[in-house]
């Protein structure tokens, strides 16, 4: 899984050529795994352990398709190390699934 900053002009680029493999959240279909994804981190907030509120348990955020679809998505501790440096609240993002 690769994820990769980009700014919001590329979020509605439809003449990239990575554009036929991205899907919106409605396609998203767990069958499948050769897909990309672009969003917008609307909020992003770090969810603390249940037995200690010191301790993160996961990256917790709210993304935005270019369709205006919401979802909630989490990075789990065990990946903070590789996604954590990229994300940020209101950036724009390519998620490729490789």
């Known amino acids: 899984m690769n994820l990769q900053p980009i700014n919001t002009a590329q ?6 050529p990575e554009h036929s493999r991205i899907r919106l959240f409605r396609q998203i279909d767990l069958a499948r795994q050769d897909y990309s994804l672009k969003f917008l981190v609307i909020r992003l907030w770090k969810q603390p352990m249940h037995n200690n509120e010191k301790a993160v348990y996961s990256l ?12 909630q998505c ?9 996604f954590e440096p990229l994300l940020e609240e209101t950036g724009a993002f390519l998620l490729r699934n490789i």
């Open 11 to 16: 979020l509605r680029d439809s003449r990239s």
């Open 60 to 71: 917790e955020m709210i993304v935005m398709d270019e369709e205006g679809t919401r979802m």
């Open 74 to 82: 989490n990075v789990l501790k065990k990946w903070f190390e590789k």
